[in-house]
């Protein structure tokens, strides 16, 4: 699919060494676009909105956040922990918005399974629907993410 | 086919009078001689070819004005103070400037014609920044993150900034990353020695910056700064007689220069320094801090653990770095306060001062 | 007709009145419409358009009768006018600068501007076209100037009375120019009876 030229753009930010030193693409060589449709219809075939993922995501941060960097419960199912570094990264997509470097670390006491977001995945899932492409480092993949965060809807 | 080549010949022969015309009229007309420029009262002078935009020669002395358009008259940062021999002030630059600029004899200095001498004034900021290729002196580890680099500015070069300022500096392409990046770093080195600048830079995972400095660098390496930047230093207002500083992390850099500068000066003022860090492998210039104890006496470093490891056996004080500061400051009375760390930390000590009664106008820190 | 014949004060006239540059020849419009909001920086280009047009009227004429039709080269002076009428520019606006400042701070930004501008090129086609004599050229110019400077003080001058006049949004800007150039070239049609030079 050829790309507009404003897509190249946003891509070149995501390449390693931009942004982030091994970029947002990993080794995806799909469009943009088909990136965020795929894990779109991923996420809207399990019934679950972008934003509600957001919301849930940036929830457990900002209670992370209370700790400076010690580990805090979540709503008594998870164990989240944020790590904090000076300074702020634009966003690829250029809307203006500055991320600051902060990741999160949780962990789901039932599961024993652990997740690690940073608050520029919470702005792009919520923003761009963007998901990071395959092999980047903090790519999330969909389906994962709603099974992590307990949003499936059960009517299903 | 003699048509063509008397055509060819005589528009030729045309443009080529015209031009020759139009070099003369520019070598006669547009020759003013050497002016001589003044910049802030005498700091520097510096001689130069007549006709040119004040920026463009500015320019030439490595002084840059900041200008977004390239000398066009369209983003009107390029204002500099000129007290004498501007001329009248040209309808291109009118719009970019309030009536009090205009009193005040601000110019744009990319529509600024260098005919006689002239008398300029720039902020000291603009004035001190530079560009340098210093080498890496030292590059030691202070904790398992955190890595001090000092550099060494070339012979004869000298900076000269505000202690609490920072700089850029610039990558080089290393392993993956093909490309040239800059970041902020405080500078952590005190004013006075203004041959080199040491800055303290914590590992980012994914960064860039800090991946360049803690894998690939190495002492003796050239590396590229530019700096003085930013607003961040001390202010010490009228009645201020006592300063809170607070960090975490590297956040210590601007605060350890504003440190020497204040034991250097001989300030007068009371300090209380809170450092917050979790454990004790993540505390670092505790030798150099209690060092600072002992010859300024007003001043105490508060190191502060959220939760030390039980082989840390620490004695000092434990909680979140919020927590210290509410207990240790009482009020706002007199006081300025230095913050310098990530967003977090800051929006949430920020909140401590509020609720002691700090105004915004008293709370200092860097919002890079 | 036999316009090489008319005298060089009717010339001057007709050109300000019945020749209009703008409102009978419709040239030099770009500038026109662009730079006519303000009636200070009106008055300005209007200045600087009645001082170029003589001088590369003169200039032209000279070169015209000493190189071109000597050379046998007329099918060339749209190039070699367009040349002669650029270099001109550059070298009054670099005097100006030297020799009087102040002018230059109300003339020099529009002189780089009306380089182009094709009412200057035109009233140098005129002069060739209607084989006007020196006299004859330059009165023509300056009436041709004179005319081109009051067309655009007077499209200046309502249009700031308009300011605050509620337009249709599709009007606004251009539009209403427009429509106000043609009701004045209108209006100019009266004095078509009095003379005639083209």
């Not at chain 2, 600048?197 to 980012?204: F, G, Q």
């Not at chain 2, 300090?271 to 105490?300: C, H, Q, S, T």
């Not at chain 3, 000279?62 to 009428?85: A, G, R, S, T």
Request: aromatic share 10%.
């Amino acid at each position: 699919m050829k790309e507009n030229p404003t897509d190249k753009d946003i891509r070149k930010d995501m390449m390693p060494g931009r942004i982030i030193a091994d970029g947002y693409l990993g080794n995806d060589e799909r469009s943009l676009e088909q990136i965020v449709n795929e894990d779109l219809s991923v996420l809207s075939s399990l019934g679950v909105t972008k934003e509600q993922l957001a919301a849930k995501m940036q929830h457990i941060t900002d209670k992370a956040l209370e700790g400076f960097g010690d580990p805090v419960d979540v709503d008594s199912r998870y164990t989240a922990q944020v790590l904090e570094f000076m300074g702020f990264l634009g966003c690829p997509y250029k809307d203006g918005k500055r991320l600051a470097k902060r990741n999160t670390y949780v962990a789901d006491n039932e599961t024993g399974e652990t997740m690690i977001w940073s608050d520029m995945n919470i702005h792009l899932i919520k923003n761009h629907g963007f998901f990071e492409g395959k092999g980047a480092q903090y790519r999330l993949d969909p389906r994962r993410l709603v099974s992590f965060l307990q949003l499936e809807q059960e009517t299903e | 086919m003699q048509e063509v080549l008397q055509t060819i010949g005589s528009v030729t022969g045309i443009s080529l009078v015209l031009a020759l015309i139009i070099t003369l009229a520019d070598k006669w007309l547009n020759d003013y001689g050497e002016v001589t420029v003044d910049i802030n009262k005498g700091e520097r002078k510096f001689k130069t070819e007549g006709g040119q935009m004040l920026l463009n020669a500015l320019a030439a002395q490595k002084i840059f004005i900041p200008s977004a358009c390239g000398g066009k008259a369209t983003c009107g940062l390029c204002k500099v103070q000129v007290t004498d021999g501007a001329g009248p002030l040209l309808p291109t630059e009118a719009p970019y400037l309030t009536a009090k600029e205009q009193e005040t004899h601000y110019r744009l200095s990319c529509q600024v014609k260098l005919k006689n001498d002239m008398a300029i004034l720039i902020p000291e900021e603009l004035f001190n920044i530079k560009e340098f290729i210093g080498t890496v002196e030292q590059l030691d580890n202070l904790t398992h993150d955190i890595k001090l680099l000092r550099i060494k500015l070339p012979e004869g070069e000298t900076i000269k900034f505000k202690a609490g300022q920072f700089v850029q500096l610039y990558t080089k392409p290393y392993g993956k990353i093909k490309e040239t990046v800059f970041r902020a770093y405080s500078i952590a080195s005190p004013p006075s020695d203004n041959t080199h600048v040491d800055l303290i830079i914590r590992l980012v995972p994914g960064g860039i910056a800090t991946g360049y400095v803690h894998e690939a660098l190495k002492v003796g390496d050239e590396i590229r700064i530019s700096g003085p930047y930013g607003d961040f230093f001390l202010r010490g207002d009228e009645g201020i007689n006592e300063l809170v500083m607070i960090a975490g992390g590297s956040g210590l850099a601007p605060i350890r220069s504003l440190l020497y500068d204040i034991a250097e000066k001989g300030l007068d003022y009371r300090i209380r320094f809170y450092f917050g860090a979790v454990a004790k492998r993540d505390l670092y210039a505790e030798e150099e801090m209690a060092k600072l104890e002992a010859e300024y006496p007003n001043f105490k470093f508060v190191p502060a653990l959220s939760s030390p490891a039980a082989e840390d056996e620490w004695d000092g004080d434990t909680g979140r770095i919020t927590e210290v500061v509410d207990r240790y400051v009482e009020n706002a009375d007199g006081k300025e306060a230095y913050l310098c760390g990530s967003p977090g930390m800051l929006d949430a000590c920020i909140k401590v001062l509020h609720s002691k009664g700090f105004k915004d106008d008293a709370i200092f820190y860097d919002k890079f | 007709m036999e316009f090489s014949t008319i005298s060089p004060i009717v010339i001057f006239f007709a050109s300000i009145a019945t020749s209009n540059m703008i409102l009978n020849n419709f040239l030099g419009m770009c500038s026109y419409i662009a730079i006519s909001s303000e009636y200070k920086t009106a008055t300005g280009l209007g200045k600087a358009v009645t001082l170029v047009i003589v001088v590369t009227n003169a200039i032209n004429w000279v070169i015209y009768h000493l190189v071109i039709v000597p050379l046998k080269i007329e099918y060339m002076q749209y190039i070699i006018f367009i040349m002669v009428i650029a270099a001109t520019v550059q070298i009054i606006e670099m005097a100006m600068d030297r020799f009087v400042p102040d002018l230059h701070v109300s003339l020099g930004i529009f002189l780089p501007l009306i380089t182009v501008n094709c009412a200057i090129l035109g009233s140098t086609l005129f002069m060739v076209i209607r084989h006007y004599g020196l006299l004859q050229a330059i009165l023509f110019g300056i009436g041709s100037g004179l005319g081109w400077w009051m067309a655009i003080c007077m499209l200046a001058a309502i249009r700031e009375r308009m300011q605050r006049a509620k337009l249709p949004p599709g009007l606004a800007g251009a539009g209403i120019t427009f429509i106000i150039t043609g009701i004045m070239a209108l209006a100019f049609v009266g004095f078509s009876g009095i003379f005639t030079i083209q």
